[in-house]
């Protein structure tokens, strides 16, 4: 299996622009989750879907934050605005209880500089 | 409350020595414990795991222990080696809602 697989890996925008994330999570996973690491706060739940749908956004830090779900191989993460307090690593993971127990995998990360 | 939080942030041992990276947790509900190896540049790698009824469990060199009278887990590496350097982040499992710790840095001298 590929694994999860996030893109860009690697984005640097400027303050006010959209930023869109994507995450393909591992075939056969029934949650999906995101996450966002930086060094002040360490790693934190965003939001997280189970079967597509949105289970707990309590995470997401404000409005500007959106994700999606559309199908069960593909979410997005959204900001819009950007500000440069956005700038952190976002992680995209996945999991099935029936395959994998509760081990939740993650993707090698996007990596946002807001300048 | 739901937060796990970790004892040292660093940890430095000699390459051969056995390291003990310890976590405490608050949340009595949590039943399920995993620890996770990030390194840099990377996203955090599933080494072990652990059910709320055992206290210990052993892999490939390592050994996770759980305490739960007192909330507290630790990963045991044996005969750590340089490729171990990296942090490390234990995490609860709660309703399906992982919850990281703040992480702990391990360096292994050569």
């Not at chain 1, 999570?25 to 029934?30: E, K, L, Q, V």
């Not at chain 1, 979410?75 to 996945?94: G, N, W």
């Not at chain 2, 080494?47 to 050994?63: A, E, F, H, P, W």
Request: overall charge negative; aromatic content about 10%.
């Amino acid at each position: 299996d590929a694994g999860v697989i996030q893109s860009p890996r690697h984005e640097v925008t400027e303050m006010g622009q959209e930023v869109t994330l994507r995450c393909k999570p591992i075939s056969g996973h029934d949650y999906l989750f995101w996450y966002r690491q930086t060094m002040m706060r360490g790693l934190e739940l965003l939001i997280y879907f189970n079967n597509n749908v949105p289970i707990d956004d309590s995470g997401m830090p404000e409005d500007r934050f959106s994700a999606k779900m559309p199908n069960a191989s593909f979410s997005t993460l959204k900001i819009q605005p950007s500000e440069p307090r956005d700038s952190a690593v976002y992680f995209c993971a996945s999991s099935s209880y029936r395959s994998s127990g509760n081990t939740i995998y993650f993707g090698e990360g996007s990596w946002l500089t807001v300048v | 409350g739901e937060s796990v939080g970790l004892h040292l942030p660093t940890l430095s041992v000699q390459e051969g020595d056995n390291s003990i990276i310890n976590c405490a947790y608050s949340n009595s509900a949590s039943d399920y414990f995993i620890w996770y190896k990030q390194e840099s540049g990377k996203g955090p790698q599933f080494i072990i795991d652990i059910r709320s009824n055992m206290d210990k469990r052993q892999g490939q060199r390592v050994t996770v222990l759980l305490n739960k009278t007192v909330k507290h887990l630790s990963l045991q590496i044996a005969a750590t080696q340089p490729g171990d350097s990296a942090v490390y982040f234990c995490a609860e499992n709660i309703g399906g809602k992982l919850i990281f710790g703040q992480g702990t840095e391990l360096s292994v001298k050569p």
